[in-house]
Antibody
Framework: EVQLLESGGDLVQPGGSLRLSCAAS????????MSWFRQPPGKGLEWVST????????YYADSVKGRFTISRDNSKNTLYLQMNSLGVEDTAIYYC???????????????WGQGTLVTVSS | IQLTQSPSSLSASIGDRVIITCRAS??????LAWYQQKPGKAPNLLIH???TLQNGVPSRFSGSGSGTDFTLTISSLQPEDFATYYC?????????FGQGTRLEIK
């Protein structure tokens, strides 16, 4: 059974930092690109960032570029999101998801975690 | 790439056939997915590659389209189908979503 378990969400003050983790099991993590998404309370879904399987390539939404860093530790089957300079607009549930990407012919996010809540407030 | 879903909300009855549309601001071939999301839950992939049913998803769900215009059809609504539906384009970065369609019981 595939499991993606996010952790690290918390209440943080504006300007603060937080690191999210996503522990994966039941899938070939080291060969799977991974992504983070977020969803502000009561609003729609937003893609945040994607990292390739070997971590050689990373991609970011403009809204987080320069503030967030995606990384992974394939020896620990864990994905990370380092979030700096947080603002109230970053308040959201953050989800990790596996990006199934086969030579561009198949592209889908097939497994998602349950999410972790990040609240940015003074 | 902007995705525009319509309608934004929809009231329907059990057994109804429902169609949700998603229009892309530029051509995305068939790199489009549909998700169902229930309150307090993560999105659940229904359709990928515009028309491929994800494993385990009931056959009453179907998708079609290519280029800029796509549809999600639910052939006969069941009680568990009342949820919010999102389209997503994976043609290029940034990956984007439609604003969502909330499907409610009439």
């Amino acid at each position: 059974e595939v499991q993606l378990l996010e952790s690290g969400g918390d209440l943080v003050q504006p300007g603060g930092s937080l690191r999210l983790s996503c522990a994966a099991s039941g899938l070939p993590f080291s060969t799977s690109p991974m992504s983070w998404f977020r969803q502000p309370p009561g609003k729609g879904l937003e893609w945040v960032s994607t990292i390739s399987a070997g971590a050689s390539s990373t991609y970011y939404a403009d809204s987080v570029k320069g503030r967030f860093t995606i990384s992974r530790d394939n020896s620990k089957n864990t994905l990370y999101l380092q979030m700096n300079s947080l603002g109230v607009e970053d308040t959201a549930i953050y989800y990790c998801a596996r990006y199934y990407y086969i030579s561009g012919a198949q592209r889908l996010f097939d497994y998602w975690g349950q999410g972790t809540l990040v609240t940015v407030s003074s | 790439i902007q995705l525009t879903q319509s309608p934004s909300s929809l009231s329907a009855s059990i057994g109804d056939r429902v169609i949700i549309t998603c229009r892309a601001s530029q051509a995305i071939t068939t790199f489009l997915a549909w998700y169902q999301q229930k309150p307090g839950k993560a999105p659940n992939l229904l359709i990928h590659a515009a028309s491929t049913l994800q494993n385990g998803v009931p056959s009453r769900f179907s998708g079609s389209g290519s280029g800029t215009d796509f549809t999600l059809t639910i052939s006969s609504l069941q009680p568990e189908d009342f949820a919010t539906y999102y389209c997503q384009q994976l043609n290029n970065y940034p990956i984007t979503f439609g604003q969502g369609t909330r499907l409610e019981i009439k």
